[in-house]
């Protein structure tokens, strides 16, 4: 089942300009993570949030996590042409054991020069 | 580089070929997983291994056969596939269960086209 929900699932914007892409899960989380995904590759881990926590940066990267909303937020600021990728949310939820990371169907960003 | 490895890159097989993917991670990590990703769908968790023992199917067609001989290795046997099962297959491997925020390592992914 599909755990975590991209919004919007395509965005453009111009080089400079900050990205923001929302994450919607279903179920209890203990943590939250974005990856990111160029074109035909592997993914990349960028962040990873707790379910206590409510904001976290790294670098250019901020992220949100609103547990009563069952929601989260990735922002890209000053974005680059190099950031254009997919970009996905994952969540450790959907089963007791919690040895999975399910992920949504990610939002593809592209950045114009 | 992320210290998981896949190979082939790219695969093209008929229905009735049997082939392999193989995967491997010298991290010394203690999971690993298989992920198919389709066009235009969420990737879907296929296989998870814990120390070397299955431990989701996620109800996999049986065409589908993994193996992981040691806790370095995974390998996704192939044999009559379909022309749907055409996708971007991708390997990770973990140190910890992402219940406790253990982050995935991903592989390049093999690329795979049934023709």
């Known amino acids: 089942s599909q755990q975590g929900e991209e919004d919007p699932q395509a965005l453009s914007i111009q080089e400079g300009e900050n990205a923001t892409m929302n994450c919607s899960y279903k179920t209890s989380i203990n943590n939250l993570q974005w990856y990111r995904q160029n074109s035909g590759r592997g993914l990349v881990h960028l962040i990873l949030i707790r379910s206590n926590e409510r904001e976290k940066h790294s670098g250019r990267l901020r992220v949100t996590l609103d547990t009563s909303k069952k929601s989260s937020s990735l922002l890209i600021t000053a974005s680059r042409a190099a950031d254009t990728a997919s970009y996905f949310c994952a969540t450790d939820a959907d089963n007791n054991a919690g040895n999975m990371l399910t992920f949504g169907g990610g939002t593809r960003l592209m950045v114009k020069p | 580089e992320t210290g998981v490895t896949q190979t082939p890159r790219h695969l093209v097989m008929g229905m009735t070929n049997k082939k392999s993917l193989k995967c491997e991670q010298h991290?010394?990590?203690?999971?690993m997983y298989w992920y198919k990703q389709s066009a235009k769908k969420p990737l879907e968790l296929m296989f998870v291994y814990s120390l070397e023992e299955r431990v989701e199917n996620n109800s996999v067609p049986s065409r589908f056969s993994p193996e992981c001989p040691n806790s370095s290795h995974l390998f996704l046997h192939l044999h009559t596939l379909q022309p749907e099962d055409s996708a971007l297959y991708l390997c990770?491997?973990?140190?910890?269960?992402?219940?406790?925020?253990?982050?995935?390592?991903f592989g390049q992914g093999t690329r795979l086209t049934v023709v």
């Open positions: 990770a491997s973990s140190q910890e269960a992402p219940l406790v925020g253990g982050k995935a390592f």
């Open positions: 991290l010394g990590h203690n999971a």
